[in-house]
């Protein structure tokens, strides 16, 4: 995603949308200090967690979107500023010399890995990152398999995204969101081209803006394995921010994870130790 270019949009956007945040805080009460959000952006869920008394770091790739969060923090009292500390980096490949209680990628900041080699490489940096007794939390949509594959065809229309308007606070002008999308099957990856209509109060359109995004899908049970590869066990998993279980296609998918112990590192060892000596065995046939 192109977040270069929506850096200016998105406290706009989502300048009301606050139904995660305290899902966020108790988790970051519950856990260890400090908590890492890894693809902060402009600190919205970070500062509120910051205000509610939790340590937090937070770990951001673009600099546009990192700069709002850091002015933002400095409108805070300081001390709730001393709380936060904002680092530039990569959630794919970062060493912040510190272990969290608690690791969150709150808004679908995973779904922008479209590689397995970089997927797992985040997951391997959280674990080094992770205290032993720590949680990592990713949210990602539910795989809604009948409405990807009607924007599987290649001559996708622009649709209205009702829910995504909002009113410029500058101006008081009304943006008017729409967008494009075209599903790949192949590699479970939806790029969207989203369009951005500031009308004036006659109705004319005054500005527009185009911002494209590209998500990588999971299935349910595919981000399990994935987990389980990079030594994560599931602890728990949500449909939504009020705990309820996973419910339709489409929906929310929390995955709250844990560090596997020693015990089941052991156990994989083991098995792993029994598939060697299978293929040595046969090798000395």
């Not at 410029?168 to 479970?188: E, F, M």
């Not at 185009?210 to 066990?233: C, D, G, P, S, Y």
């Amino acid at each position: 995603m192109n977040y270069q270019a929506y850096a200016h949009i998105y406290d706009d956007e989502y300048r009301d949308y606050t139904e995660d945040i305290q899902f966020y805080v108790r988790w970051a009460r519950r856990c260890a200090a400090p908590a890492l959000e890894l693809g902060c952006g402009t600190g919205r869920i970070l500062l509120a967690l910051a205000e509610a008394g939790c340590p937090v770091w937070g770990l951001e790739l673009c600099e546009p979107m990192l700069e709002r969060a850091r002015q933002k923090l400095a409108r805070l009292p300081s001390q709730v500023a001393e709380t936060v500390r904002l680092v530039q980096g990569d959630m794919r490949d970062f060493d912040l010399g510190q272990e969290f209680g608690l690791i969150y990628l709150p808004f679908r900041e995973f779904m922008h890995l479209a590689q397995e080699e970089e997927q797992l490489s985040c997951l391997d940096a959280i674990h080094r990152h992770l205290s032993p007794n720590g949680r990592l939390i990713i949210n990602l949509y539910d795989m809604d398999l009948v409405t990807l594959s009607q924007r599987s065809e290649s001559n996708v229309p622009l649709y209205r995204q009702h829910g995504g308007d909002y009113v410029d606070p500058r101006n008081g002008h009304k943006v008017y969101l729409s967008s494009a999308s075209h599903y790949q099957p192949s590699t479970q990856t939806l790029h969207e081209e989203r369009f951005y209509d500031r009308v004036d109060p006659e109705g004319a359109v005054v500005e527009r803006r185009m911002v494209k995004i590209t998500q990588r899908w999971f299935f349910r049970w595919e981000m399990h394995h994935l987990l389980h590869r990079a030594n994560f066990r599931v602890h728990e998993l949500f449909g939504g921010y009020e705990r309820q279980p996973i419910g339709e296609m489409g929906s929310e998918m929390i995955f709250i994870a844990r560090p596997a112990n020693e015990k089941e590192l052991q156990s994989e060892v083991e098995w792993l130790e029994n598939k060697l000596a299978r293929i040595r065995s046969y090798k000395r046939k």
